[in-house]
């Protein structure tokens, strides 16, 4: 089917939604198969063994029927404890909606808070999915750059040119993706203020909360009051190695918390039952599991850091989740023209920077998923090739 009959018979804001930059890479890359894969966010640990009994446990005792839309209650309550543990945030168990993945979290907190034809602020460069949404739904993405010489973080004078009489809600991502910084309390903290100021609801994705190098990692909601309209976002994909089981969760005060679990019955029901007992291990596992993971991401952005660095290439040395962004400004062309050559001539995969927004073009991601074999032959061929 062409094109143009493509464009006058389905909907055009599913016709015309660009593709993920990364997909795009990524395609190119197993067409190819002899490649070394550093544009994949997915870490390469198998889900810890505690997790996966659990599931197995769950699926031959017969917890294989419907959940409640907001997911079984021994889980929220569960995660009850590690907000207040880990996150500073005071919730209860109605206040969280338990989701196929934070990706269906951020989907249905987008629906719920942004009307369409609205704005919203968001980081640039930022994860291509936020803006893949936003333009489903009609509404438009206003990014707010994201800067090399402030530490990636963002400017709150410039935040304030760039809200109009439609803006409606504000994302915010720390640790990074794709960047890998992790922003400052006073950051997080006056953030939260811009938003409360301006009316603004704040969405915090905070996937990458546990994967933190430096610094420490600050949920918005710890500085706001219990009612202020922030969402925060979280997923067990990340730090418990669990991409494919597809579990996440939106905290939200009353009553965009009521809002979330109502568009849970017309998108996907409930979350997978068998992957909500799975998440209730993982929340139990010993920390040492995850501490160890986090061990081997250090030592991988330290090795990859050297390489680059001695090899006279610039990157930004992350402080967080599992990225390295990587200045190719001095090799004279766009991203996406320079991932395409890298795969080309040296079979090296990245993902390109524009993917992440128009302050990205002249920069690539790389990721740090992956064994320090790989990182060290692809880091070391990339430094080679825009060395040339």
């Known amino acids: 089917m062409s094109e143009m009959t493509i464009s006058g018979r389905y909907p055009e804001a599913i016709v015309s939604m660009p593709r993920s930059g990364i997909r795009v890479v990524m395609d190119l890359a197993w067409e190819l198969g002899d490649v070394l894969h550093l544009e994949v966010g997915e870490p390469d640990f198998p889900t810890p063994d505690p997790v996966v009994e659990a599931a197995v446990a769950a699926a031959r005792g017969g917890f294989t029927k419907y959940t409640p839309n907001t997911g079984i209650l021994p889980l929220r309550e569960a995660l009850v404890a590690k907000l207040a543990h880990a996150n500073g945030i005071v919730a209860t168990p109605d206040r969280i909606v338990v989701t196929s993945g934070a990706v269906a979290a951020l989907a249905c907190t987008l629906l719920a808070t942004v009307p369409t034809g609205s704005d919203v602020l968001l980081p640039d460069p930022g994860w291509p999915n936020y803006a893949m949404q936003l333009h489903l739904m009609d509404a438009r993405p206003v990014y707010y750059p994201l800067r090399v010489e402030n530490g990636f973080e963002p400017d709150l004078d410039e935040l304030a040119t760039l809200l109009t009489p439609r803006t409606r809600a504000i994302l915010v991502n720390s640790p990074s993706n794709p960047i890998g910084s992790v922003w400052r309390a006073e950051t997080v903290r006056a953030m939260v203020n811009f938003a409360l100021d301006h009316d603004l609801v704040l969405i915090s994705d905070e996937v990458y909360e546990h994967i933190v190098f430096e610094g420490e990692h600050v949920s918005p909601a710890a500085f706001a009051p219990r ?83 001695e090899r006279g290439v610039r990157a930004f040395r992350p402080q967080g989740a599992f990225y390295m962004w990587v200045d190719i400004s001095r090799g004279g062309r766009p991203s996406y023209d320079f991932a395409r050559s890298l795969i080309a001539e040296t079979r090296v995969a990245v993902a390109p920077g524009a993917a992440f927004g128009p302050g990205g073009d002249h920069w690539i991601r790389i990721s740090l998923a992956n064994s320090l074999e790989v990182l060290e032959a692809g880091c070391t061929r990339i430094a080679d090739f825009l060395n040339r």
Not at 227 to 250: C, D, H, N
């Open 227 to 309: 009612e202020a309209p922030i969402v925060s976002i979280y997923s067990f994909s990340k730090t418990y190695a669990m991409t494919g089981w597809r579990v996440g969760y939106a905290v939200a005060p009353p009553p965009l918390n009521e809002l979330l679990a109502r568009l849970q019955e017309p998108t996907v029901s409930c979350s997978c039952s068998i992957s909500q007992y799975a998440a209730l291990a993982a929340l139990a596992l010993d920390p040492s599991i995850i501490e160890a993971m986090v061990s081997a991401y250090r030592q991988r952005r330290d090795v990859a850091y050297a390489i680059l660095s």
